[in-house]
């Protein structure tokens, strides 16, 4: 069982109680969401087609009533007292989350249960709670959304550990039960596995890294690989434990070497899920290794030359960030390459998913300061323009069934303008043109990277955006340049409208952030310092001269 | 000025659907007016901007990064807004005739609204992102312009085709512009005010160097990715698919010198470092002499024009690696004049005959004198003929280049050469149509429309004529009385490009004319030879057929062999790498995992003291490992799944003999009981599923082995090396210690689990409950889908 001798170390226990406490009101929005969610349970097995309609509602309200929470019980001394490692990270990021959140509940909603109530509707079917899995839905949802958030604020190890599959568990039943088709199952089947097999290797890197720093708590996981570093080195078995760690994790961000699953998974899973499994794991990943890389730091460490003298380095551990720089370049390249010969609409945003991981990896090496606001920036412009060109796929089907093919989206600006014009906005944005939304993310990114001396990464980066290009272009070009094929006139807007509200918000939202930018990236500046003290010193070192 | 231009143009182009629904006929000379009155307020400024007096604002963006919406209008930046301004409104009168009743005229002209906008934007942006952000815009705009015909598939490859050179080469150029943001800011933060760089001593420091470098040459792949420069010039000549009013305006005045635009902006601060002069040298000499070559052998119109203006921007960029800022301000303000007309007339006669090939017509001057008047004085300008402006152009441009000192000769045999083929082009495209014997009207062009063939060609109402006569009297009036607007423009223009502000030399056609010089006879020398030439073009094409297929410039075979490449990479990737089935896929990771930690364990390893792990084992560690070693070779060997089941059982079963030798009691029962429920469950499993049917074959058995060997020992080497570490003091006596006092509780077990980590246990509880939630979903759902087939 897991022990933490600093708990115990503290002689005095008013103390620890005083650190349980502030730890229990930071997460008071992560219990509204789980009453949201058991709320959502019961719901959804009501009797009443209406209380079962009014599920994803309930979904929204939560996440809506926990993002006007976070501010209220996230203050910067509560979140001294928890003893964070980054104090203000749960802040932005948990309202950003639960704003995303919001979008991707309305992307899904008239997804589970189609059939079944139609069947119920029409007295086809009696009624059957156990037939219904609305309930079931956006309970994993809210649950797996709660993981995400509770991320942010992890403290320990453990905390961390269990976030993160708090996060996960509900993703692999959430694809399966998505939609009636065996593909559904099959991806379900081979993402358990593999996260299975991840999940391993980060817990091994986790225990390699207690066994290195004698403690679970971030903060002083920290102080230890500090004096470590000091005293000549970071120990091999901090550095190891790190990699495994990076490497598990990067299963959950859908970077390479673990990326297999990603394309299959995205595809299998019905449209709405996609778009959940592409951001909300996706940020839980980024979110931890933003942590795991905080407790060894960017700065203080050293490599031996030759001769035996002993050369201190800006950045992380030359290990770390060379596992990190490969894991990088082979992501963003991966998945652009792979992107390019897609013909389902689909898998093309699933394999372009993956080398969005690997643009953000650029600002976790290049560490605090622009690199991780660029991070979180980029996260936050990644989950809007993602969800809205998915959100865009769900709002279509033909003949019922979702639509996947790039084919399908031929001429769609001639029946659905506004739709092919979100389409091409948030194409736009995936690619980086200004000034849309992932421009500015691009931007930060760039810079971050290249103040920290990552020119080769931004070429890289660079390149494989211009790959990027050619394969988004198809969704800017077949909506608004092409003829509908007849295949596409068969194509029509789901039951649902929501959906497309969400697309339509998605696109707005990319076309008007960019106005906010100053704003968010000092909210982000906030959220990624250290201590309120370190904040001061990143806002001085980064700060350009006055306009 | 500027921001109110720009206001201006985003207000018509919101307007512009609007207005052409509501006054259809009239719609292109209500849009173009006011912006010709904008042209007048920029034409105003001239003498102060000469006088060297900039209009410059700015609004903070992001002021901690020290961005701005900053715009500044010098001596560069207004010769473009002036050019976007006159030469915008024609195109738009142009497209109000020549698309007159097509469906989404409303829409082409707002996108050439936007366009003029996003022009205007990108050359009085005094801010790197900015700037880039109008440069992006113009080839997005640029691409849904060219794709206007959007029911041709030439049209949509065309359109898509340039939007991926300039905008993939724009993000060449983002790399490039941040590099020299940073650069220029010496570590206070990135410099990304424009004027801010160009007065920044860091750039030429060596410490600089580092990043510089990379930015020259990403910085000019943007450039010439967006001016048309060899090898990536052929997206230009694929872009005459567009309607004319587009190629008038973006690809012959505006949009392709947004490259060379960029260049002369960062010359003051670029300009004489060797790398950067001899990369615009060496491309633009190639592109000059190429493209002018490619030029000479074409006979369609725009096809002339467009390989033409790909040599213009050459020479163009040759001379801002000459560092001669004056020739290429008045070769640049030239070129656009002369090309500009000449795409209007290439248009109109496209138009009117319906023919696209020069050598086709001929005697039209009769039937559209005035539209053979324009075409005349432009082709004569572009000819470098005297007293245009075209000939001051030239002239200047040879001047520059026999000043270069030795490596000027072969650049003035470059220019000399590709001053005759110009000739030719300009004989052919603007000459020829109109001269001779005059059309036989009754015959029957396989391009013509039989409603358009009783009237026959005749010149254009004035919306469509307005544009060519104006430019290409503009060109005469310049050549003639430079003084009038020319002279201005060209100064200030020029000391935008160098710096400070050149020397005054004649630049009227005469001055320049006498006292004659060699840079005179040689161009005199290149007209005649020009004009030969053109009489023997026959004869030359037939001679250089040869070349012309061993050269790369044929039609664009290599975008296509790039593109080709690049799925190929794309298929290979996804083969090879993607993991298709759930095995490939933990293959892979697997290896991967390996190969990483393998490589970071052996680059600083630990090595682990084999001998002292070895120290105090007994017989009884022997035989337990010696179990656990056979079940794990006998699991994949047994061949049913009952019998590995079994076997991994005995694995498990040897693990907690190991936890109960070395003193862990309690995890040893936590472990069988865990081993015993899991080969339970997976018996009962098992039972369920059909017979292993295929067993994989002898070499995919050996790499799987090899693969699991691997995993296997560098976990076992990392056990090793951490056994080693004892250093740290367990934590389990402090707990023993705290238990009761802290506690109140005796069993330390449950004090962790229910008090120590009492949070950390609430977590699992949840994950679990999720998790056994999750279980009753899916079982649901499996019932549901047996009731329901």
New interface residues.
């Given amino acids: 069982m897991s022990v933490a001798p600093v708990l115990l170390a503290q002689a005095d226990a008013a103390g620890a109680a005083a650190v349980t406490l502030a730890r229990l009101i930071l997460v008071v929005p992560e219990m509204v969401l789980l009453t949201g969610a058991v709320v959502a349970t019961i719901l959804g097995l009501s009797r009443s087609r209406a209380l079962r309609d009014a599920t994803p509602a309930a979904v929204v309200i939560s996440l809506l009533a926990a993002m006007l929470l976070v501010p209220l019980v996230h203050t910067p001394e509560r979140a001294e007292a928890a003893g964070l490692l980054m104090p203000m990270l749960g802040k932005p990021v948990r309202m950003a989350i639960c704003a995303i959140g919001a979008m991707l509940c309305l992307v899904s909603i008239g997804l589970v249960d189609r059939r079944i109530e139609a069947a119920f509707a029409s007295g086809r079917a009696a009624f059957d709670p156990i037939r219904v899995i609305r309930g079931e839905y956006y309970a994993f949802f809210l649950l797996s959304v709660t993981g995400l958030m509770l991320v942010s604020t992890a403290n320990d190890l453990i905390w961390l550990f269990l976030a993160l599959e708090l996060t996960s568990l509900p993703t692999y039943i959430m694809v399966a039960i998505s939609r009636p088709s065996r593909r559904a199952l099959e991806a379900a089947v081979k993402y358990f596995f593999l996260g299975a097999l991840a999940t391993a290797t980060f817990l091994y890197g986790f225990a390699m890294l207690y066994g290195a720093a004698g403690t679970l708590i971030l903060t002083e996981m920290r102080d230890v690989f500090a004096a470590q570093a000091a005293a000549g080195g970071l120990g091999i078995l901090a550095v190891l434990g790190l990699i495994l760690a990076i490497l598990g994790v990067a299963y959950k961000i859908a970077a390479a070497p673990m990326h297999f699953y990603a394309a299959d998974v995205y595809e299998g899973a019905a449209s709405p899920v996609t778009a959940f499994l592409a951001f909300v794991p996706k940020a839980a990943g980024m979110l931890a290794l933003m942590l795991l890389l905080g407790t060894v730091g960017w700065h203080g460490h050293s490599v031996v030359d030759d001769s035996g003298a002993r050369i201190f380095h800006d950045g992380l551990p030359r290990a770390v960030l060379y596992a990190l720089w490969i894991i990088a370049a082979m992501t963003m390249t991966l998945g652009n390459v792979g992107a390019l010969l897609q013909s389902s609409a689909k898998r093309m945003l699933a394999y372009s998913s993956i080398a969005h991981s690997g643009y953000m990896i650029i600002g976790l090496i290049a560490g605090p300061g622009l690199g991780l606001n660029s991070v979180l920036f980029y996260l936050l412009a990644y989950g809007v323009m993602n969800t809205a060109a998915f959100a865009i796929l769900a709002g279509l089907e033909r003949q019922g069934e979702e639509i996947e093919s790039l084919a399908d989206l031929a001429g769609l600006a001639r029946r659905h303008p506004l739709l092919a014009a979100a389409m091409a906005i948030s194409a736009g944005s995936l690619i980086g043109l200004p000034p849309l939304l992932g421009f500015w993310g691009k931007l930060y990114l760039f810079i971050g990277g290249i103040q920290a001396g990552q020119i080769g990464l931004v070429i890289i980066a660079c390149i494989n955006s211009a790959i990027s290009a050619w394969y988004y272009l198809r969704l800017v070009g077949l909506p608004l340049l092409s003829p509908p094929t007849p295949q596409a006139e068969a194509v029509v807007p789901t039951p649902s409208i929501w959906p497309r509200v969400a697309a339509l918000s998605g696109a707005a939202a990319i076309l008007l952030l960019p106005l906010l930018v100053q704003p968010l990236v000092e909210a982000a500046q906030g959220a990624t310092s250290a201590t309120p003290a370190d904040f001061a010193v990143v806002l001085r070192g980064a700060g350009a001269p006055a306009p | 000025m500027a921001l109110l231009a720009l206001a201006v143009l985003v207000v018509l182009a919101v307007a512009a659907p609007f207005v052409q629904r509501a006054a259809p006929r009239r719609a292109g000379a209500i849009l173009a007016a006011p912006i010709l009155l904008l042209a007048a307020g920029f034409l105003a400024e001239l003498p102060a901007v000469a006088g060297g007096t900039f209009a410059s604002s ?1 609004w ?7 961005i ?1 919406f900053a715009l500044r209008v010098d001596g560069l930046a207004l010769l473009f807004a002036i050019l976007v301004c006159t030469v915008g409104p024609f195109s738009i009168l142009h497209a109000g005739e020549s698309l007159a009743g097509h469906p989404r005229l409303g829409r082409f002209q707002s996108t050439l609204l936007c366009f003029m906008a996003a022009m205007l934007g990108l050359v009085v942006a005094d801010d790197l ?1 900015l700037l ?2 109008f440069w ?2 113009t080839s ?1 705009t640029s691409f ?1 312009l060219i ?1 206007f015909d ?2 041709r598939a030439d049209a ?1 490859r065309a ?2 085709q340039a ?2 050179v300039t ?2 080469g724009g ?2 150029l ?2 490039g512009l ?2 020299l943001a ?1 650069a220029a ?1 010496t570590g ?5 005010s424009v004027q801010g760089l160009l007065e920044s001593e860091a750039l030429r420091e060596p410490a600089a160097w ?2 510089v470098g ?1 930015a020259i040459v ?1 910085v000019l792949a943007g450039c010439f990715a967006k001016s048309a420069m060899v090898p990536l010039h052929f997206w230009l000549p694929n872009a005459m698919e567009a309607p004319t009013p587009v190629s008038a305006l973006l690809h012959s005045s505006t949009m392709v010198k947004a490259g060379v635009y960029l260049a002369a902006r960062l010359s003051p601060a670029l300009g004489g470092i060797a790398l950067w002069d001899n990369l615009l040298l060496g491309f633009g000499a190639v592109t000059m002499l190429g493209a002018a070559f490619a030029a000479s052998r074409h006979s369609q119109l725009k096809k002339i024009l467009a390989y033409t203006t790909v040599s213009s921007l050459g020479l163009l960029m040759l001379l801002l690696g000459l560092g001669a800022a004056k020739a290429a301000a008045a070769y640049l303000l030239a070129h656009a004049l002369f090309k500009g007309c000449l795409f209007y007339c290439a248009g109109i006669l496209t138009e009117e005959t319906h023919v696209k090939y020069a050598e086709k017509l001929s005697g039209l001057a009769r039937l559209m004198p005035m539209t053979a008047v324009a075409a005349i004085l432009g082709a004569l300008s572009m000819a470098g003929a005297f007293p245009l402006f075209g000939f001051s152009g030239k002239e200047l441009a040879l001047k520059a280049e026999l000043a270069a000192g030795s490596f000027g000769l072969p650049l003035v045999i470059a220019t000399v050469v590709t001053a005759i083929f110009t000739v030719l082009a300009a004989v052919l495209a603007g000459i020829k149509p109109f001269v001779g014997a005059p059309p036989r009207l009754d015959e029957p062009s396989a391009e013509s429309h039989a409603d358009d063939r009783a009237a026959g060609p005749r010149d254009p109402a004035w919306p469509r004529l307005l544009g060519p006569l104006v430019l290409a009297g503009a060109g005469l009036v310049a050549g003639l009385a430079p003084g009038l607007f020319a002279k201005p423009m060209v100064m200030s223009t020029a000391a935008s490009i160098a710096g400070s502000a050149v020397p005054e030399s004649p630049l009227s056609a005469l001055g320049l004319l006498w006292p004659p010089t060699l840079a005179t006879a040689l161009s005199i020398a290149a007209l005649v030879l020009g004009i030969v030439l053109f009489a023997l073009r026959g004869a030359w094409r037939r001679a250089t057929d040869p070349i012309a297929a061993a050269s790369a410039f044929g039609p664009d075979r290599r975008w296509n062999a790039a593109l080709d490449g ?2 190929a ?3 290979l ?2 083969t090879l ?3 298709p089935t ?1 095995t ?3 293959r ?6 390996v190969a ?2 393998g490589l ?2 052996w ?4 090595r682990p003291d084999l001998k002292e792990a070895a120290e105090g084992t007994t017989l009884l560690d022997g035989a337990v490992v010696a179990v656990l070693v056979i079940s794990a070779i006998a699991a994949p060997m047994v061949g049913s799944r009952m019998g590995t089941i079994a076997v991994l059982g005995g694995a498990g079963a040897a693990l907690a003999a190991v936890f109960l030798l070395y003193g862990a009691p309690d995890l040893s029962m936590t472990t069988i009981a865990v081993e015993t429920l899991v080969v339970v469950i997976a018996s009962l499993v098992a039972a369920q599923l059909p017979r292993i049917k295929t067993i994989s074959g002898a070499a995919a058995r050996i790499r799987d082995l090899g693969i699991a060997a691997s995993f296997g020992l560098l ?1 076992g080497w ?1 056990a090793l ?2 056994a080693g ?1 004892s250093e ?2 367990p ?2 006596d ?2 023993v210690l ?1 238990s009761v006092p ?1 506690a109140y509780g005796r069993n330390v ?1 449950n004090v ?2 229910v008090d ?2 009492a ?2 246990t609430l ?2 509880i ?2 679990l409950g ?2 056994a ?2 279980v ?3 079982l ?2 499996a ?3 047996g ?2 087939p």
């Fill in positions: 700015s903070p963006w992001i002021p901690d990064l020290g701005a992102i880039f952000a992006e815009l997005f849904l794709g959007r029911e949509r359109a898509l939007l991926l905008g993939g993000l060449a983002l790399a941040l590099l940073i800011g206070s933060g990135p410099v990304f580092p990043l990379p990403l690049l799925m990479t794309g298929r990737v996804a790498l993607r993991g759930l490939g896929a933990v892979g990771a697997l290896i991967a995992i990483i930690i970071a364990a680059r600083a390893g630990p976990v990392l090396s951490v570490r740290l003091k934590v389990s402090e707990h705290r802290e077990v962790i689990l120590f980590r949070l950390d977590g699992e949840f994950v999720a998790a939630v999750g009753t979903a899916m649901g759902t019932r549901r889908r009731a329901t």
